[in-house]
């Protein structure tokens, strides 16, 4: 019987250089798994400890959560390893649903990441960056908000120019940065197994004792351990863009999300060999704390790292989630000019500044923080939605070509999983989470007005014309050509 016909954005898979203006296939093995990890491990593994810790209530509890945490996120991946390679579109959640689901729930995965996840996500690592930056020089008090967040500005501001400007700068500072994190952990780990090795193993007696014995706050802790671990479906996102993806992204899954899982575990041991569980839960910064107790002179690298980590996590959100508005307003439920491509440069230009924009206004609200807690619960459901498409399309179209297949097992117990994060909060933040819900339910009549009513008077269609003649004109921009590969 023959293969299925579904759109999967790919055809030859070519790395032959073309005239055509497109975004190239510059992505190789290594860069897939420096965005994989880069953005993975940001801020999240030097504060999530504590709070792992404050809801397992013990040693032995918090590492138990860590390491579920990282098999289920490496679960996740393989799934999200099968999609990029059935759909190897870019784009990510948002081709993956609109392929399995239509248009609206594409559409109202689009709405959900530009209203607030993207511009938000970006604003709060920014002042992260910031945070850690200006802190040295206030020593005794906390930095001025107008100095925080004009820096974080600032860095959200160079790193678009970056990105706009190469793909490959965006890649090299990527992969400089990554590294620079990982060195970081490395430094934590090695002396606190040195300080195993001599004897400060205090902590890891009796490690389970006043364990919780309450569901719900291992359902907390879970939560918070996965905050250190979100980012492992961003490549995704710029599969297009990736040399030989039916190779290179199972193979960048399946080396970055073990990788960072064992370097999680070892850093967390090394955190409880120096500091008590007590000590971890008065800290704010664990691994600030950790470096200002056995690195002396030396402390201030801890925290140094740190702002370098959260600066690499920036570029690789910014390098990828770009893409979304890209794939969007090349699917036709966006401004056409966002999807176009610089004519010297080859990249996505007009997203990628829509995206620093969005960001920069975040930036003004006092509000930020707040807003991603009421979407924390729409992003599993994002995710959950994607998986369950890919079972739907098992069965809609079973012959279309998979190059990666996994046992049913693997998406039904990720489902599963998904479907606990979903509820809980429902329960325990129902405010919160009916306006998540109520702001992804918005996109409806703007859905409607703006993607479904295709008669639009022919006024509106000459001022959007217009619009797009002399963005193109100002920023030397083009509509893709040739294929999608």
């Not at 918090?62 to 996120?73: D, I, P, Q, R």
């Not at 710029?238 to 064992?262: F, G, H, Q, W």
């Not at 409880?272 to 690298?301: C, E, H, Y």
């Not at 990720?414 to 819900?437: H, S, T």
Request: charged share 10%; net charge positive; glycine share 8%.
């Amino acid at each position: 019987m023959p293969a299925e016909k579904v759109d999967t954005g790919t055809g030859s898979d070519s790395t032959s250089q073309s005239s055509d203006i497109k975004l190239k296939k510059q992505l190789t093995l290594f860069n897939g798994v420096t965005i994989i990890v880069g953005i993975i491990v940001g801020s999240g593994i030097f504060v999530s400890p504590k709070g792992v810790l404050m809801e397992a209530g013990s040693v032995g509890g918090s590492l138990v959560v860590w390491g579920v945490c990282g098999a289920f996120s490496l679960i996740g991946a393989l799934c999200y390893a099968e999609l990029g390679t059935t759909i190897s579109k870019s784009g990510g959640d948002y081709a993956y649903i609109k392929e399995a689901f239509g248009p609206l729930p594409g559409f109202l995965y689009l709405w959900a990441m530009i209203l607030i996840i993207i511009p938000s996500s970006n604003a709060i690592t920014a002042l992260t960056f910031a945070n850690y930056v200006v802190q040295p020089i206030f020593p005794d008090c906390s930095p001025p908000d107008s100095a925080v967040r004009l820096l974080a500005a600032v860095c959200i501001c160079m790193l678009t120019a970056i990105n706009c400007a190469n793909v490959k700068w965006a890649t090299r500072l990527q992969d400089g940065f990554t590294v620079t994190k990982i060195i970081a952990l490395l430094i934590v780990i090695i002396t606190g197994f040195i300080l195993l090795g001599m004897g400060s193993s205090q902590n890891f007696e009796n490690s389970f004792e006043n364990s919780s014995k309450d569901p719900g706050s291992y359902a907390i802790a879970f939560y918070s351990g996965l905050y250190a671990y979100a980012g492992w479906n961003y490549l995704n996102f710029v599969t297009e863009e990736l040399k030989d993806p039916y190779k290179n992204l199972p193979r960048a899954i399946m080396i970055s999300i073990p990788m960072v899982t064992i370097i999680y575990l070892l850093a967390n041991v090394a955190y409880f060999v120096v500091l008590t569980p007590n000590d971890m839960l008065a800290s704010n910064a664990v691994a600030v704390t950790f470096g200002n107790r056995v690195l002396g002179a030396m402390a201030w690298i801890i925290p140094f790292f740190v702002a370098c980590s959260t600066f690499g996590g920036l570029n690789g959100c910014i390098f990828s989630t770009s893409r979304i508005f890209f794939v969007g307003a090349r699917e036709g439920q966006m401004p056409d000019a966002i999807a176009m491509i610089s004519v010297n440069r080859f990249t996505p230009m007009p997203s990628l500044a829509l995206q620093c924009i969005l960001s920069l206004v975040m930036l003004c609200t006092s509000d930020v923080f707040l807003l991603i807690n009421y979407m924390t619960f729409i992003e599993a459901a994002s995710v959950a939605a994607s998986v369950g498409g890919l079972l739907y399309l098992r069965f809609k179209s079973p012959n279309i070509h998979r190059p990666i297949k996994f046992p049913l097992i693997v998406p039904i117990t990720f489902l599963i999983i998904c479907a606990f994060l979903i509820v809980m909060p429902l329960f325990e933040k129902p405010v919160e989470c009916l306006i998540g819900i109520g702001i992804v339910a918005s996109g409806i009549p703007v859905y409607i007005i703006f993607i479904a009513w295709h008669k639009k008077p022919k006024a509106v269609a000459n001022f959007s014309a217009n619009v797009t003649t002399k963005l193109q004109k100002m920023l030397m921009v083009v509509k893709q050509e040739g294929k999608i590969e």
